[in-house]
């Protein structure tokens, strides 16, 4: 394999162990010296304008987190410096790994840190993407990959089971009652149990009044912090990544906030996100302590109101936390990884 080097690279860029430690951000290559083979060139982008420009040549847009918008939320509420692998000819792009180095991981991760899901790989065609991997920086944790991206390259690339997302299918449904008859006889009791709980306390539902982003937030510290634990809300770069999340919805995807409040008090908040018929269920706050039950009872309403509008599945993200594998149906994603080697 024939380098040749292009730039330098920044004294302060993150370490990593792949070729561009050795002083290298761009190079090409060709099979061998007396190769007539493809000739690549392979350039790292961090121009911010020119990574979206990248993003949506490449982008398949068919979920929220293909989105630019829902990525650049993430970037202006972190400004982790971005680190998009390009890979291609004279003539086109071919591949890109869209990535940044997280700080406080201390590794490379997707452009968007990690929360991201079902993430796939950006690639004219497969055959690229082995490639872009091999010569991606390390650390590396490509978390959330999709089984599409997965099954493209499996045989050439190793990658290990990530946490499942859970979906619900509405086609065939009309309202709740279509899908608690579903489900397991004693969790369809306990769901109605809980929704019937919340009715009977005269619930008003109030509909995108996105100023609850705020009631959102305390109720999510404050539920964390009875449970000894500490809240994404915490860090301020999260809550301005939301309020981004916020301002940045209508180019792609749509955003709705359903606030249940019971009395004088908010019971629960969640923000919604839609994009392609799904109805993405992105952050939630809930008074469990004084409403029991108010959980189950916003996922009820929620069915009904994806319903209502038009939307043909609702995503409930990754992560089980307890209660999501038995309710909804498990989508297996993947990761893969690379860590920091010494000596090259």
């Avoid at 940044?100 to 929360?115: H, L």
């Avoid at 979906?167 to 009791?189: A, F, M, S, W």
Wanted: proline share 4%.
């Amino acid at each position: 394999m024939e380098e040749k080097i292009s730039s330098e690279k920044n004294a302060e860029d993150p370490p990593d162990s792949n070729l561009f430690s050795k002083g290298k951000i761009s190079f090409s290559l060709k099979e061998s010296p007396k190769s007539s083979g493809p000739f690549f060139i392979v350039e790292i982008v961090s121009d911010i304008e020119r990574c979206k420009t990248l993003w949506q040549e490449f982008s398949p847009q068919k979920n929220l987190f293909d989105t630019w918008e829902f990525r650049y939320a993430f970037y202006k509420g972190y400004e982790f410096k971005p680190y998009f692998l390009l890979l291609k000819n004279e003539n086109e792009n071919l591949s890109l790994l869209p990535l940044w180095f997280d700080k406080d991981e201390k590794k490379y991760v997707w452009f968007g840190s990690p929360w991201q899901e079902e993430v796939r790989f950006f690639s004219k065609e497969p055959k690229y993407i082995p490639l872009v991997l091999s010569l991606a920086p390390s650390p590396l944790l490509l978390n959330a990959i999709s089984q599409e991206s997965v099954n493209s390259v499996k045989d050439q690339v190793k990658f290990e089971l990530d946490e499942s997302k859970y979906i619900l299918n509405l086609e065939n449904i009309t309202n709740h009652e279509d899908y608690l008859v579903t489900i397991k006889k004693n969790t369809r009791h306990n769901l109605r149990k809980d929704f019937r709980r919340i009715e009977r306390q005269n619930p008003k539902i109030i509909i995108d009044r996105f100023s609850d982003l705020d009631n959102l937030i305390e109720l999510g510290k404050k539920r964390f912090r009875g449970k000894g634990e500490e809240a994404d809300w915490e860090d301020p770069r999260r809550i301005e990544t939301f309020r981004q999340v916020l301002k940045l919805a209508g180019k792609s995807y749509q955003v709705r906030m359903m606030t249940v409040k019971i009395g004088e008090k908010i019971a629960g908040v969640d923000l919604i996100c839609l994009l392609n018929n799904t109805y993405f269920t992105v952050k939630c706050g809930y008074n469990v302590a004084e409403f029991s039950g108010i959980g189950n009872f916003i996922n009820l309403l929620e069915i009904d109101d994806a319903i209502s509008l038009g939307m043909k599945k609702i995503d409930f993200l990754q992560n089980n936390y307890k209660w999501k594998s038995r309710l909804f149906e498990a989508i297996p994603l993947f990761q893969f990884q690379k860590k920091l080697c010494y000596g090259n």
